[in-house]
């Protein structure tokens, strides 16, 4: 009897401390954040917790569709030089101070004078004008029609204009104890151990219903995965390589859930080097010929993404012409053209040597093993290059110094991000290519801002860039998420109600 | 003054040059590499030519390298260690906020290695069992040869998923939150696998080095003299051959827990741990220049002192090399 009781006790223990904990939510997470400027430094590690802090004007939920934010409603002017954006009453700073248009006003303004991480994308706002407090009027120079889709983008977080007015922003204290008007309001962060959050009870919108958020920061993403698994977190966001995610699939308790990003893998030919065989567009056709996509999709993807078959990512459907495809894989044609291109095999069998230069990781490593078997049975010796990424940008996009060169990254959320990978000068264009015809097209299709009226210019530069080949694309990539299956309202299940990466709607259903 | 006073003045003196030619050295290599910060901190999503020039001048990187030396020269001896590139606050809060815990892990694993590692030497190199020496030798070529990142997952995945016993990673039960007594046996509770780690991968050092020494003493002249004369074996050991054959180890000791601030890095990392270790190979993938010089700068005086320390506890156990 006395031992069913102790039973009995320690078991409403239990229960009671499970219930306590189940207002928890653990993310593990990959890094430390830089801080908590989230506008002023480009910070992959602290973009997703300040999205659950901060809020956007306008932010891009899973889908890349926009959700309004602080700005219920935006009128483009005529001559698309004036953007008119209707601010949400009521809403409050987490300190208590209420969020008016001088905070709109600071944040874009502060970003171009101190060259913020989005100044690319924010750098032609001339003033912002505020006629009331909840009205925000931002001119530009020049007409620009992609404006909204990357001000819902990065580096654009609405900041508190009454505690950095008049301040350095790179020197703020409010960089390490952040003030938002997001779903959370941050609580502490241990350094190299987990940032803290709590629950806004005052937020303007639907939520948030879990009441600590806490970002585990686990680096190691074996490590991650061992936590996630033994309860120690209930999202895992530092994704594990992907030859594991198939036997993740596989344990009931876990969801695993793909979801297509406008991110693609590409290879880059160097072709600012006329000795290099790369400036041959026949040997460029013959490389994109001999690469077995399907094999990079199944051997080192896992089997998620599927190939690169156009010149522009297919998650943005409208700008994607489905017509302008990409050489199929064929060795015996990528043989012929090199035969055709003059480059013959030479009595060891080899035509010529590339350096295929690429990242480090284990996905990377595979990527680049699969391409050098392929390019080496059509008779090119492939020297393989492993760079961490401060040496990758310094050889590859400021030396120019590789044949070829493996990279991924974000083409959305608008066409025009194609300029700065292919246009002329391209900021991050690493072959070198310049094509006129390419370039007139990007410029123009940037100044109209109807979909239908833009498409013909981006479907003429993809036409463009299928007859030269500066890149093959190689395989789309598939953002990954990992969570347990009591945990409801992710932003992936709410389409059109959050923010990508917001916590808002997240529940625990044990 | 003493001479053993004069010996430790003159040791310690010695530091200062070394540091700062160390500093130097540093400062060069670490400009050598491929790679500009600003760029880096810029991003490769949307790489941005004015950003990148507005960082380099907020951070003086566009001065001469000989300029940008004599500035840090000069912010040293202010006792400034500079400002993160990365970070964006004082390289000697970043570091401060770390080091507990690298010292936490590195020097529990050093000191638990140190005394099981000559134990077990002191032990097997007592009994001449043949069995135990072999089985003692052929584990510490396993675990000396063993990755460290490697033996800390199978340390995971053993003792967190299998047996439930410890917590995969960090340091704190993030979930609870203790407070008081409950906080430090929780992180107790999270240093035990990355210390056991540490441990088992630097006991077989120890091990080996007093292990050997043991042997030569045992060949010494002055052992075979006792012997001849009849003192007993036992006595022989314990007051004369062990009080030599552990000094090499004192001196791996020393040098351990010099370069303990940074040389858990790996371990560090499988473990979620948040120390220096981790600190440093961020700043070096980044190519935060101040947080690194300011990382090795901490790493250079622990070692000097930790050999200075080494020096002196050496001239203390063994009085032959004070007068020299």
């Known amino acids: ?510 | 003054m003493s001479s053993f006073a004069r010996y430790i003045i003159r040791r310690s003196l010695s530091i200062v040059p070394m540091v700062l030619l160390i500093i130097a050295l540093n400062f060069f290599i670490i400009h050598l590499a491929p790679g500009n910060p600003a760029q880096l901190i810029s991003g490769l999503e949307q790489p941005s030519v004015e950003v990148v020039k507005a960082l380099e001048e907020q951070y003086g990187l566009d001065k001469p390298l000989v300029l940008q030396l004599g500035l840090y020269y000069k912010n040293i001896f202010q006792g400034n260690l500079g400002y993160s590139f990365i970070y964006g606050t004082s390289v000697n809060g970043l570091i401060a906020e770390r080091i507990g815990a690298t010292i936490l892990l590195t020097v529990s694993a050093a000191v638990i290695a140190f005394a099981l590692g000559t134990l077990i030497a002191v032990l097997v190199g007592r009994r001449k069992t043949r069995i135990l020496d072999s089985i003692f030798s052929v584990l510490s070529y396993v675990f000396y040869a063993m990755p460290s990142f490697w033996l800390a997952l199978v340390m995971i995945l053993l003792f967190s998923s299998t047996f439930k016993l410890f917590p995969t990673s960090g340091m704190f039960n993030v979930r609870a939150s203790y407070e008081g007594w409950a906080k430090i046996w929780d992180i107790l509770h999270h240093l035990f696998l990355p210390c056991l780690t540490l441990a088992l991968i630097q006991i077989p050092v120890f091990f080996r080095v007093t292990r050997s020494s043991i042997d030569q003493v045992n060949q010494d002249e002055y052992i075979t003299t006792f012997t001849a004369i009849g003192l007993p074996r036992k006595k022989i050991y314990r007051k004369y051959v062990l009080k030599n054959a552990i000094l090499p180890g004192i001196t791996i000791f020393g040098l351990t827990l010099g370069y303990s601030i940074a040389g858990a890095a790996l371990v560090e990392i499988v473990f979620a741990w948040p120390g220096m270790g981790r600190l440093m190979l961020d700043a070096v993938f980044r190519r935060d220049y101040n947080l690194l010089l300011g990382i090795y700068f901490v790493m250079a005086v622990c070692i000097c002192v930790a050999i200075l320390l080494t020096d002196v506890v050496y001239a203390f156990v063994d009085p032959r090399i004070r007068y020299q």
């Open chain 1, 1 to 510: 009897m006395r031992k069913l009781f102790v039973f009995l006790l320690l078991s409403t223990c239990f229960f009671a401390a499970f219930a306590l904990a189940a207002q928890t939510l653990v993310v593990a997470y990959m890094g430390d954040p830089i801080w908590f400027n989230p506008c002023a430094k480009t910070d992959d590690y602290g973009a997703a917790i300040n999205r659950n802090i901060f809020d956007q004007l306008v932010a891009q939920d899973v889908n890349y569709d926009l959700v309004p934010q602080l700005a219920t409603s935006w009128e483009v002017s005529e001559d698309g030089k004036e953007y008119t954006f209707y601010l949400r009453k009521g809403v409050k700073w987490h300190d208590g101070e209420p969020f008016t248009s001088r905070d709109v006003k600071y944040t874009l303004e502060s970003i171009v004078t101190n060259k913020g991480s989005a100044y690319n994308n924010v750098a032609m706002i001339t003033e912002v004008v505020c006629p009331d407090d909840y009205t925000a009027v931002v001119k530009l120079q020049d007409p620009y029609a992609p404006f909204i889709p990357f001000l819902a983008w990065y580096g654009t977080q609405i900041m508190p204009a009454h505690l950095y007015e008049g301040t350095d922003w790179n020197d703020n204290p409010a960089n390490q104890k952040p003030v938002g008007t997001g779903p959370f309001k941050f609580v502490e962060w241990v350094k190299g151990d987990h940032v803290t959050l709590t629950k806004n009870e005052e937020y303007w919108g639907e939520g948030p219903y879990v009441d600590r958020l806490i970002f585990k920061i686990i680096p190691d993403p074996n490590t991650a995965l061992q936590a996630f698994l033994n309860g120690e977190a209930d999202i895992d966001q530092n994704r594990p390589g992907f030859n594991t995610l198939s036997i993740l699939k596989m344990n009931p308790e876990v969801n695993v859930v793909i979801n297509p990003s406008p991110s693609r893998y590409y290879l880059g030919f160097n072709l600012t080097d006329p000795a290099r065989p790369t400036t041959n567009l026949k040997v460029r056709q013959a490389i994109s010929c001999a690469i077995n996509k399907q094999a990079i999709v199944d051997k080192v993807l896992g089997g998620f993404g599927g190939i690169g078959e156009y010149f522009y990512t297919p998650a943005i459907p409208w700008a994607v012409d489905t017509n302008v495809k990409a050489a199929l894989y064929d060795p015996a044609k990528a043989d012929k053209l090199l035969d055709e291109a003059g480059y013959t095999r030479g009595n060891d069998g080899w035509r010529f040597a590339l350096d295929l230069l690429y990242f480090q990781g284990a996905d990377w490593t595979d990527m680049a093993a699969v391409i050098k078997e392929n390019l080496e049975k059509v008779g090119i010796k492939v020297n393989l290059g492993e760079y961490e990424i401060a040496t990758w940008i310094e050889k590859v996009l400021n030396a120019h110094n590789y044949d070829i060169a493996l990279l991924n990254g974000f083409q959305g959320p608008d066409p025009a991000n194609l300029t700065m990978r292919v246009a002329t000068g391209g900021s991050l264009n690493i072959m070198g290519y310049s094509n006129e015809v390419v370039d007139w097209n990007l410029k123009e299709a940037a100044k109209v801002s109807d979909i239908e009226l833009r498409k013909p210019y981006y479907y003429a530069a993809q036409a463009q860039l299928a007859a030269d080949a500066p890149f093959v694309p190689l395989a789309e990539v598939s953002y990954i998420y990992i969570f347990k299956t009591y945990v409801e309202g992710m932003d992936i299940e709410n389409p059109g109600k959050i923010g990508t990466g917001s916590y808002a709607l997240t529940k625990l259903n044990f």
